[in-house]
């Protein structure tokens, strides 16, 4: 009996794969973040390559910044043109501006003209790439059902993730044994174009959003910062976020010091430490896809904070090979429950009409973060010396998961309670077809009336301005003085006033003690008229009631929205 949790959860770890491969339109997202993300790298590698040849190490670390500030500045600034339309337009346009990017550089280390070119060249296409991981992540929502899917995309493009960060240099260097830099250069460009050309065709019904008004960026850019400001969940996650990016930057200072000053490798040995824990990110990927099934993922997400910071901490104080090793690893495991946990959760707790930008503004925190972490870790280096600088550095981490402990524990819960209420409307027919995204933002403007047993809950010709949903008890609905259903859990009424905005068609009284979950007009009509798939079942819905109260009334006609009117 024991095993059989065990069972279960690799049973959901494969069916998150499963799910993945089944869904067209995931299957495509994936493919095209695995194809940009790898030209990503390997575009990294050859760039490096470039400034190296070009002006030596200072030079790898001035284009290095260079490809940095874009980021931190546009990320915010940018990330509100995804959020205007269809994600995946955006993820086209981004893919198809690196590629042109990517591939004139390519003509340009090949012809030998100035490398002042390929640097400007590598803004451009730092610029465009902004975009792709806000948009991504911002897409995801749309093209799942269910806070499960939501948690398997994560975990595959996670998965994908850390793929791509050993496919790209891996693939950079056997190009570089048998050519030079322009033909990575272009070979980066394809996967570009690649990536684009699988969203071009790419099929998902985009879920109802606000009626489109005059774009106003700056407006729009404070209206993200203040989705994250306003909600105290999404700034502790970015807040972790920030943590560990600082981190991420003390580890490109780390990996060379420890190798050349502790562990007495020489300069290959960063690269060895740096492939530790590309490794451990794909171990964790596969680990963290068992955890798709679970309600913990802020707990998860907190050990993945956790396991950036105390491994440092290990080699300040262990300063030998294997614990080294051993150590990265370990960081690269904790990146991948950070890529799962904490990109689910954030794209569960913002609204969707602002998720790129909360996204964007994420990409920023990480750009500024891991710059501030690399100059940090330099002065604390030079001032504490290297081991008394690793376990201070390792320890940020941690303290503040631990901090954060309580609060995220209590968002764990909020999490399952919120689950709960999805699974609740999910049982409602015209309701089960919205996106997650639709059906998240409802779940999160329901409302609580408690009823005793004989209470009304309306009466015929009342006006309709709500939608309920019973949640436990039971109601009558009594039309024209003789009750005509009993509702249970799960089944919901009062959507034929709000559909056709008529009066109350029949009363409703509380058969038991009821708990009813309430949502306003606004929000019920804009969801359900909104999307085409659940007007056609409203529609649907609503007949087959009027028909059971009165079989002789004549069927409307059937209308591709099912007549129902648009607002």
Do not use: K
Not at 144 to 165: I, K, P
Not at 166 to 171: A, C, E
């Amino acid at each position: 009996m024991g095993d059989v949790p065990h069972a279960r959860r690799l049973a959901d770890a494969l069916g998150a794969f499963a799910s993945n491969a089944r869904n067209p339109a995931l299957r495509r997202a994936q493919l095209s973040f695995l194809g940009a993300w790898t030209a990503e790298w390997a575009f990294t590698v050859a760039l490096g390559i470039v400034a190296y040849r070009d002006g030596g190490a200072a030079g790898v670390g001035l284009v290095g910044l260079l490809r940095m500030l874009p980021s931190a500045v546009c990320a915010p600034l940018l990330s509100p043109l995804a959020d205007r339309g269809r994600r995946e337009r955006v993820l086209v346009v981004v893919s198809t501006v690196r590629g042109l990017a990517t591939a004139a550089a390519a003509v340009v280390a090949a012809t030998g003209a100035p490398t002042s070119l390929v640097y400007g060249l590598a803004v451009v296409s730092t610029v465009a790439a902004t975009l792709f991981r806000p948009a991504h992540s911002a897409l995801l929502p749309s093209l799942c059902r269910t806070g499960h899917e939501l948690a398997s995309a994560n975990v595959v493009r996670g998965m994908l993730d850390s793929l791509a960060t050993l496919v790209g240099p891996l693939l950079a260097a056997v190009l570089l044994a048998v050519a030079d830099v322009d033909l990575v250069l272009a070979t980066a460009a394809t996967a570009s174009f690649w990536s684009a050309a699988l969203l071009v065709r790419l099929r998902y019904d985009a879920p109802p959003r606000p009626a489109a008004r005059r774009p106003h960026l700056a407006r729009e850019v404070v209206e993200g910062l203040r989705a994250v400001a306003s909600d105290r969940d999404v700034a502790l996650v970015l807040g972790l976020a920030a943590a560990q990016s600082l981190t991420r930057g003390a580890l490109t200072v780390f990996s060379v010091l420890v190798s050349i000053e502790l562990l007495d490798r020489g300069e290959a040995g960063a690269g060895t430490l740096m492939t530790a824990v590309g490794v451990g990110a794909v171990l964790g990927s596969l680990g963290a896809s068992l955890l798709v099934g679970t309600r913990r993922l802020a707990a998860w997400f907190a050990l993945g904070v956790t396991l950036w910071g105390l491994p440092l901490v290990l080699v300040g104080l262990v300063p030998y090979d294997a614990a080294a090793l051993a150590a990265m690893a370990f960081i690269g495991t904790g990146n991948a429950l950070i890529d799962v946990a904490g990109f689910t959760l954030l794209g569960r707790l913002a609204p969707d009409h602002v998720l790129a930008r909360v996204f964007g503004v994420l990409e920023s925190i990480v750009a500024v973060a891991i710059g501030v972490g690399a100059a940090t870790t330099s002065w604390l280096v030079g001032t504490w010396g290297l081991r008394p600088a690793l376990v201070v550095v390792g320890l940020v981490c941690p303290v503040l998961a631990a901090l954060s402990w309580v609060r995220l524990r209590a968002l764990d819960g909020a999490v399952g309670r919120h689950d709960e209420v999805v699974d609740l409307l999910r049982q409602v027919p015209m309701l089960r077809p919205l996106p997650l995204p639709t059906i998240e933002q409802l779940a999160r403007h329901l409302g609580t009336l408690d009823l005793a047993a004989g209470a009304q809950v309306f009466a015929q010709g009342d006006v309709g301005d709500r939608y309920y949903v019973v949640e436990s008890g039971a109601a009558d609905v009594v039309g024209d003085g003789r009750v005509v259903a009993t509702l249970g859990p799960g089944e919901g009424f009062g959507e034929i006033a709000l559909l056709r905005a008529a009066p109350r068609s029949a009363t409703v009284r509380a058969r038991t003690g009821v708990r009813l979950r309430t949502l306003d007009a606004h929000h019920f009509l804009t969801a359900v008229v909104g999307w085409t798939p659940s007007a056609r079942e409203a529609a649907t819905g609503m007949e087959r009631l009027l028909e059971r109260w009165d079989p002789e009334r004549p069927a409307a006609p059937n209308s591709g929205d099912g007549g129902l009117p648009h607002h």
